[in-house]
């Protein structure tokens, strides 16, 4: 009985210490208690106006980044990579590489610039290599069966040339057009022919990315995370733990 008393008086205690702190913060707010203090004040921002341009084309086009400043490029603007210079609020369009293989535009499969004089893109089953200063293009065979297209690439080294290419590869075979496979080509472009420096199979349902040297995989169906080096090895997080 004694025990149950004691209980009941250190309920009773928490109680009336809630009401007290209750009633002391509501004082404190209604009667001229300190407010937290906004990180901003939105009557007191800027509006950012951007810039607009007519391009007066007639038509929609892809858009890549390009070592030039102030610039963007196209490929498919008159069979050539054009780049669109932004300067004194107008554009400037400048051509080059104009024919310099068959079918320049058409899209294609983008990534960043690869070196100050250097862009490169894949179309299809090839990637193509853009030198602003030598004016050579080099084209790769990356894979060669119809039923294969390049649906990804990431820039694994850019100073050796070592490119990473997500294949989708459908099924001869089959009849269903979901019938494919999704593979990694790391490859090796710094010679006159592609060389192949390791493949990975990354199922079906992986989405990724390459940063920092690294690659990440997220498997959608298992809810895995696999981090990889860009010479496809695995590595486990930096102080990561199992849970």
Not at 127 to 132: A, V
Not at 185 to 197: A, H, N, P
Not at 217 to 234: P, R, V
């Amino acid at each position: 009985m004694a025990r149950m008393m004691g209980i009941n008086k250190k309920v009773m205690l928490i109680i009336v210490a809630s009401i007290i702190l209750t009633t002391l913060l509501f004082l404190s707010i209604s009667h001229g208690g300190k407010k937290m203090q906004s990180f901003y004040n939105i009557n007191e921002t800027k509006t950012l106006k951007p810039e607009e341009y007519d391009l007066k084309a007639d038509m929609s086009f892809s858009l890549f980044p390009v070592p030039q400043e102030n610039s963007i490029g196209t490929n498919d603007l008159s069979n050539a990579i054009t780049l669109l210079s932004f300067q004194h609020g107008k554009i400037k369009y400048d051509k080059y590489f104009k024919c310099a293989t068959d079918d320049v535009e058409g899209g294609g499969v983008y990534i960043p610039v690869v070196a100050p004089d250097t862009i490169g893109f894949g179309q299809t089953r090839r990637f193509l290599l853009y030198n602003f200063r030598t004016r050579d293009v080099r084209e790769f065979e990356i894979v060669v069966s119809l039923e294969k297209t390049i649906e990804k690439i990431a820039i694994a080294d850019a100073v050796r040339r070592h490119f990473i290419f997500e294949i989708e590869a459908g099924n001869p075979r089959s009849e269903d057009p979901w019938d494919v496979t999704y593979n990694l080509l790391l490859i090796d472009l710094s010679g006159k022919e592609r060389k192949l420096i390791k493949e990975l199979n990354i199922g079906k349902a992986t989405i990724w990315t390459a940063a920092f040297n690294k690659i990440f995989l997220h498997d959608l169906k298992t809810e895995h995370m696999k981090i990889l080096t860009t010479n496809f090895a695995e590595q486990s997080p930096a102080g990561g733990c199992n849970q």
